[in-house]
């Protein structure tokens, strides 16, 4: 059957996979550039190094988001769901998402797909945004009610 905690390990399992699809990503975007460059067209107009820089620049935000989220579940998984330091996970994670949609719609300038990719993030930053503020919400009127009591 289906619980809570399996559904906890699940996401960590998860984030953890994606954490070593991001390192093998950086350790392979050479190699990944050339196959982009030999199978697209519009890919052969650009430069490779565009694509290496976008790739390496867009690892940073990409990891820190991927370790916040890994704190997040993390504290989530302790009984910690409402509290100051989730919010300041859920604020740097949105961050994350948009500095990533900026990188992305830079990188549009030589590639439109990366344009695409810079959409989603910004829309799963204004996500993740909206879901900060019902946690700040819900921390605030927590705290209230511990006052009243």
């Not at 052969?44 to 290496?52: G, I, Q, S």
């Not at 330091?85 to 500095?99: A, D, G, K, P, V």
Request: with cysteine; charged share 15%; glycine share 6%.
């Amino acid at each position: 059957m289906w619980s809570e905690s399996r559904s906890l390990v699940l996401s960590k399992i998860c984030l953890i996979l994606f954490m070593a699809l991001l390192l093998a990503a950086a350790i392979l975007a050479p190699r990944l550039v050339r196959w982009l460059m030999y199978m697209s067209v519009q890919a052969r107009m650009a430069e490779r190094w565009l694509f290496l820089g976008t790739i390496y620049v867009g690892c940073a935000p990409a990891a820190a988001l991927l370790f916040c989220l890994y704190m997040f579940l993390h504290r989530i998984g302790k009984g910690s769901v409402f509290v100051k330091e989730n919010i300041f996970y859920l604020r740097f994670i949105s961050w994350c998402c948009f500095f990533g949609a900026v990188i992305c719609l830079v990188s549009g300038l030589y590639y439109f797909p990366w344009y695409i990719v810079g959409v989603a993030a910004a829309f799963a930053g204004i996500i993740v945004r909206v879901i900060k503020n019902v946690f700040a919400k819900a921390v605030s009127l927590q705290d209230d009610a511990k006052l009243t009591i």
